[in-house]
Every structure is written in structure tokens, then in C-alpha cells.
């Protein structure tokens, strides 16, 4: 049996991203929440959720899904790559199950995206500008629960 279409409504998400500690953008005609890695303010979580920035809430069945990436946007290009690029993309999250059961798995997947982000910038450490460094992220611990 198929899972059912949830509708989270546009609160519900705007209060899930504000405890995650996340503020919200315009990109185009969607709200887009965004959150700097905290060893380094140029690299970016984004969460795409369908919202209109006009107002009202998400799409309906079938016409989007939750998206998660990362990102790399400064006024200083990085190497050979430019000002701004993609960095990370995760698998999409289906609004079908329970409001808890999305949400779950919407965490889930910024995590997985924070994580990676911290990989990326270990592995890039020495080649980023200097202006922008704090610490490098330390090796991940089995322990680690924030996001």
C-alpha cells in the first residue's frame, strides 16, 4: 500500500527551521532556509521546501519534494571553481507518511548534509581563504547530535 501525502503547513516548517537554527531566503519564487557551517560562514546548508515567499503553503501532491544541499557562496571564488557552487545534494524527502515521519527524516538528511560539509571542509582546509576561516571541524564523534 502506497503512503499517503502529508501536508505540513507553512508554521509547522517555519518553527522546525527556526529550532534548527536556521533563517530563512528568497530564491525566486520559494523560501529557501539556510544555515552557515559554523567553522566556516561561506559554506551553507539549504533546505528548498516548495514554500512560496509570497505567502501560503507548500505545494500540492505529487508536484515536489523536500530538497537538501550544500553549498559554497563568497565574494572570494575558491580555486578553479568560482563564487558560488554546489557542494552537496541529498536524497530528496517525500512529503508521504506522518508529519513526525517527514520531519524525521527532513533532520536526518540536513544532518547527513552538515556532516558532509564538515568532511568537505577538512579536506579543503588549506585552500580556502583565509579571511573567512574559524577552526577546522574536528573528526566526527559517534556522540554528535547537533546539527
Given at each position: 500500500?502506497?503512503?499517503?501525502?502529508?501536508?505540513?503547513t507553512?508554521?509547522?516548517?517555519?518553527?522546525?527551521?527556526?529550532?534548527?537554527?536556521?533563517?530563512?531566503?528568497?530564491?525566486?519564487?520559494?523560501?529557501?532556509?539556510?544555515?552557515?557551517?559554523?567553522?566556516?560562514?561561506?559554506?551553507?546548508?539549504?533546505?528548498?521546501?516548495?514554500?512560496?515567499?509570497?505567502?501560503?503553503?507548500?505545494?500540492?501532491?505529487?508536484?515536489?519534494?523536500?530538497?537538501?544541499?550544500?553549498?559554497?557562496?563568497?565574494?572570494?571564488?575558491?580555486?578553479?571553481?568560482?563564487?558560488?557552487?554546489?557542494?552537496?545534494?541529498?536524497?530528496?524527502?517525500?512529503?508521504?507518511?506522518?508529519?513526525?515521519?517527514?520531519?524525521?527524516?527532513?533532520?536526518?538528511?540536513?544532518?547527513?548534509?552538515?556532516?558532509?560539509?564538515?568532511?568537505?571542509?577538512?579536506?579543503?582546509?588549506?585552500?580556502?581563504?583565509?579571511?573567512?576561516?574559524?577552526?577546522?571541524?574536528?573528526?566526527?564523534t559517534?556522540?554528535e547530535?547537533?546539527?
Amino acid at each position: 500500500m502506497a503512503e499517503r501525502y502529508v501536508k505540513i503547513t507553512r508554521e509547522k516548517l517555519e518553527n522546525f527551521f527556526a529550532a534548527c537554527g536556521f533563517s530563512k531566503r528568497v530564491a525566486g519564487k520559494e523560501l529557501v532556509f539556510v544555515r552557515a557551517n559554523q567553522h566556516y560562514s561561506d559554506v551553507w546548508i539549504k533546505v528548498y521546501t516548495s514554500l512560496p515567499a509570497d505567502g501560503g503553503d507548500v505545494r500540492g501532491k505529487g508536484q515536489d519534494a523536500i530538497r537538501v544541499a550544500a553549498a559554497y557562496e563568497s565574494d572570494v571564488p575558491f580555486r578553479d571553481r568560482g563564487k558560488s557552487f554546489g557542494i552537496y545534494k541529498a536524497q530528496r524527502v517525500f512529503r508521504t507518511g506522518t508529519e513526525e515521519a517527514i520531519l524525521d527524516r527532513l533532520y536526518e538528511r540536513m544532518r547527513e548534509a552538515y556532516a558532509f560539509t564538515n568532511e568537505w571542509l577538512r579536506r579543503n582546509w588549506t585552500h580556502l581563504p583565509q579571511q573567512k576561516r574559524d577552526s577546522a571541524p574536528a573528526a566526527k564523534t559517534p556522540s554528535e547530535k547537533k546539527l
